[in-house]
């Protein structure tokens, strides 16, 4: 496993990371979660992302089972806050209500006294940002909280919340987590250039375009049966965007790319995600432990400037690039 720092930070995470959006406690069961959890740690894995909304609280609380007895000092644990979490109109956005009362139940279901990163799961138009920000500020002055970092924001929304920072003296963002694919391109026009200015890492999620990327969709077949396409908990409706021909082909011309190069698909599209020096680290998920220990293979991988420019003619205008496309609810949900 290799190593990155978290942005411009002092803190160093595994450049694969692992997480459980639409796995544990929801597609998986228990001990299938655990056995991928042991097969991430087994490769190297110490960094574990998840959030307070997965599978209704359900995921925090599986990977908190999954990672018990597990020396804290070696992990490294990220979870995020902002979707609801409850039937009442405080128990989602980013007031400092729900932050604080989020970070305590997120705490007691991951059986931690912190966690390494805290995360603005979506930007809250209703509350005021430095409500927000004095908030996680006060939680890493109590030590529940080491770093934070945002998720799914714009750049000009990090660009407010850096200024905000700075003005009133509170710990800076040292983070994004955004979708990052070859084919979902949309933070490189702006908030790529803006983290490299400002020290931010991206942690990107979804680098098999969920599952697409493998190779497993094919033009004008079947969809596989229990893939991520047929899931009714929320994976069909993100990956629905990349189901069409005209795409799924070009992403099996792919495939000789990765055969010369002695890497499967996943692989192929995770370590192109690494490539990008502003990301921090790629977080892969999974049902099968050897799920992880393929997808943990990009680890290290270079790709050269000949394979990258390959890649793009294969893909061409099938990729995704609109920074428009980084939307948050205009109204808590």
Same mark, same amino acid.
Not at 310 to 331: E, N, Q
């Given at each position: 496993?290799?190593?990155?720092? =978290?942005?411009?930070?002092?803190? +160093?995470?595994?450049? !694969?990371?692992?997480?459980?959006?639409? #796995?544990?406690?929801?597609?998986?069961?228990?001990? @299938?979660?655990?056995?991928?959890?042991?097969?991430?740690?087994?490769?190297?894995? #110490?960094?574990?992302?998840?959030?307070?909304?997965?599978?209704?609280?359900?995921?925090?609380?599986? =990977?908190?089972?999954?990672?018990?007895?597990?020396?804290?000092?070696?992990?490294? !644990?990220? #979870?995020?806050?902002?979707?609801?979490?409850?039937p009442g109109p405080?128990?989602?956005?980013?007031?400092? +209500?729900?932050?604080?009362?989020?970070?305590?139940?997120?705490?007691?279901? =991951?059986?931690?006294?912190?966690?390494?990163?805290?995360?603005?799961?979506?930007?809250?138009?209703?509350?005021?940002?430095?409500?927000?920000?004095?908030?996680?500020?006060?939680?890493?002055?109590?030590?529940?909280?080491?770093?934070?970092?945002?998720?799914?924001?714009?750049?000009?929304? !990090?660009?407010?919340?850096?200024?905000?920072?700075?003005?009133?003296?509170?710990?800076?963002?040292?983070?994004?987590?955004?979708?990052?694919?070859?084919?979902?391109?949309v933070i490189e026009?702006?908030?790529?250039?803006?983290?490299?200015?400002?020290?931010?890492?991206?942690?990107?999620?979804?680098?098999?375009a969920q599952g697409?990327?493998?190779?497993?969709?094919?033009?004008?077949?079947?969809?596989?049966?229990?893939?991520?396409?047929?899931?009714? +908990?929320?994976?069909?409706?993100?990956?629905?965007?990349?189901?069409?021909?005209?795409?799924?082909?070009?992403?099996?011309?792919?495939?000789?790319?990765?055969?010369?190069?002695?890497?499967?698909?996943?692989?192929?599209?995770?370590?192109?995600?690494?490539?990008?020096?502003?990301?921090?680290?790629?977080?892969?998920?999974?049902?099968?432990?050897?799920?992880?220990?393929?997808?943990?293979?990009? @680890?290290?991988?270079?790709?050269?400037?000949?394979?990258?420019?390959?890649?793009?003619?294969?893909?061409?205008?099938?990729?995704?690039?609109?920074?428009?496309?980084?939307?948050?609810?205009? #109204?808590?949900?």
């Open positions: 496993m290799e190593f990155r720092y =978290l942005g411009r930070s002092g803190l +160093k995470i595994s450049e !694969i990371a692992y997480g459980n959006w639409l #796995t544990h406690g929801s597609q998986v069961e228990e001990d @299938a979660a655990h056995a991928c959890v042991r097969a991430a740690l087994d490769e190297g894995i #110490t960094t574990f992302d998840t959030a307070d909304v997965y599978a209704g609280t359900r995921a925090e609380e599986v =990977l908190g089972r999954a990672l018990k007895g597990q020396r804290r000092e070696g992990l490294e !644990i990220f #979870t995020k806050v902002f979707w609801p979490t409850g405080n128990d989602r956005g980013l007031s400092r +209500k729900h932050i604080m009362e989020g970070i305590d139940g997120s705490l007691r279901r =991951l059986g931690t006294d912190y966690v390494d990163l805290y995360q603005a799961h979506r930007f809250d138009h209703e509350t005021p940002l430095e409500e927000t920000l004095r908030a996680f500020d006060d939680l890493v002055r109590r030590g529940k909280v080491l770093y934070v970092g945002v998720s799914e924001w714009r750049a000009e929304e !990090i660009e407010r919340a850096l200024k905000i920072a700075d003005e009133m003296g509170f710990d800076r963002l040292v983070s994004n987590q955004p979708q990052y694919s070859m084919l979902w391109r026009e702006e908030v790529v250039p803006l983290s490299e200015r400002e020290g931010l890492g991206q942690v990107v999620w979804s680098p098999i697409v990327l493998t190779g497993k969709y094919r033009p004008g077949q079947p969809l596989p049966a229990g893939s991520r396409a047929t899931d009714d +908990k929320g994976g069909a409706d993100m990956i629905s965007r990349f189901l069409d021909d005209e795409l799924l082909t070009r992403v099996q011309n792919l495939r000789p790319i990765a055969d010369e190069l002695g890497l499967s698909m996943a692989q192929l599209a995770i370590a192109w995600t690494l490539q990008n020096a502003n990301v921090s680290a790629a977080i892969v998920g999974a049902s099968r432990p050897e799920q992880v220990s393929d997808n943990v293979k990009a @680890a290290g991988v270079k790709l050269e400037a000949d394979v990258l420019r390959r890649i793009d003619d294969v893909l061409g205008d099938a990729v995704f690039r609109d920074a428009s496309h980084t939307v948050s609810p205009p #109204t808590r949900p």
